[in-house]
């Protein structure tokens, strides 16, 4: 019944750019801080990004900003990872999780996590 979908992944070219989102069944998003995470080819998992739930804070890791953008839509339950200016190094499995405290670095603070989906940059 609680259940993380992810969405909007796939193949882009060096420059483009890729809205991906979350969506959220049987709980409601606001309730939570939710991070985006990923994990590229024979790479650690890595937190990518993260919105409080007070939706005023968010953070970033240092090799995406000013390129990617979180936001919420608590009328959709739904959260958006903007990615812009994609590098090879972005192709990476991106995961969103829910975390019933604080954001974070570290998976283990997240309680609920989606299925992933694939981002490919590539020319």
């Known amino acids: 019944q609680l259940q993380l979908v992810e969405s909007g992944g796939g193949l882009v070219q060096p420059g483009g750019s890729l809205r991906l989102s979350c969506t959220a069944s049987?709980?409601?998003?606001?309730?939570?801080?939710i991070g985006w995470f990923r994990q590229g080819p024979g790479k650690e998992r890595e937190g990518v990004s993260c919105?409080?739930?007070?939706?005023?804070?968010?953070t970033y890791v240092d090799s995406v900003k000013g390129r990617f953008t979180i936001s919420r839509d608590n009328a959709k339950n739904t959260i958006y990872l903007q990615m812009n200016s994609l590098e090879p190094e972005d192709t990476a499995v991106y995961y969103c999780?829910?975390?019933?405290?604080?954001?974070?670095?570290?998976?283990?603070?997240?309680?609920?996590w989606g299925q992933g989906t694939q981002v490919t940059v590539s020319s």
């Open positions: 919105i409080a739930r007070s939706g005023h804070t968010s």
């Open positions: 999780a829910a975390s019933f405290v604080v954001c974070g670095a570290l998976p283990p603070l997240y309680d609920f």
């Open positions: 049987g709980f409601s998003l606001d309730d939570y801080a």
